[in-house]
């Protein structure tokens, strides 16, 4: 299908090394070539695991051996000469000064390599343009643009509002009353706080390199576009307007295709998705099933939602399965299985059971279902990459 692979540029957009535009294309490119994706998600790792390698003191006895040979310097040459064992000891010490200085010096080069401030070069930080108002970098207001470096914080009042360029990956426009700050911006992951207020992202890069923290949940972009926003209390309210988002927290994750929406809370975390064109019954009796801290209320809520629930609502039904228990966990099986029947191979009792494969099979053919709405926004079935991020469980997703 692709007459060109992007393999030989997978270092330099790792980089930063590519204009914004070749940064988008080979975005594109990875999130639908299977071969490129599985060459990046290989390199991405060698980095990661190049900047956890601990930084390693010489042992003092090397430093001991060392000091009288470096004294021993100003000595003749004969004298050094005279002992074939002193020479033999000080090229094997020397040989490995020269190692530890070079693996030092590679550890040291990689973490400390500058970069000018652009948006192409992800260290620097991010670029900010003030779209309305006197939004606030620290305590410095920006009059046009501004650097939003790891570690500020962004602030808007009730009059300002910003943009900011996450660098060649997107860009996420903070709302008025609004303060979010930059985390972390490597080649391999991209991460923003958003402690209060709303921003909307759009993201072009391949699934997962994109975290949003909120106080109750971290939203992992998987290649789309959507709206984050975080009230006083610490919930938050999640909508989708293309692609896919994940909202995790802890072992707790709900998946938010296009046109769905999701509400968090702070210790509980995610919520269930919901199709935002669900009936007004539909989404209140949700809410209670998620938060009513009242097992009967939410059981009898439950059963209103299946009564009113419509074949495109197994999206929220198919995350029930593993939020509610008992014989309601039997109820919403069989209202599912009425509506979209599982494939061969997927049983009653096994579901009953949260078999992870059989859950896992049943989404995938229940995802057409989800597409088929006639809701707004721009719907694709989840591709592999999005699929084989789902099948994973980052740990590193939790908010720290
Ligand atoms: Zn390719």
Redesign the pocket.
Known sequence: M?S????KDISAYCHGELSNEESKQFAE??LS?????TKFEEVKLGIKLAEQLPQLSAPDHLWYELEPLLAGQTETTANLTSSRYRSWRMLAATAAALLLISSLGIWWVYNNRTYPLSSENPKAGWHVKRLDGAPKIGSESISNNGQLAVGEWLETDGSSRAQIAVGSIGDVEIDENTRVRLLQTQPTEHRLELARGKMSARIWAPPRLFFVNTPSAVAADLGCAYTLEVDDHGSSLLHVTSGWVALELKDRESIVPAGASCETRPVLGPGTPYFEDCSTGFRDALKKVDFDPDAAARSTALASMLDQARPRDTLTLWHLLARVDGEDRGHVYDRMAAFVPPPAGITRQGVLQLDRTMLETWRHALESTWMSGSGKGKRKPIGEAVKNGLSRRLKDMVPK
């Open positions: 692709f060109r692979h992007l393999t490119h990875i070539c299977a071969k490129c994706r």
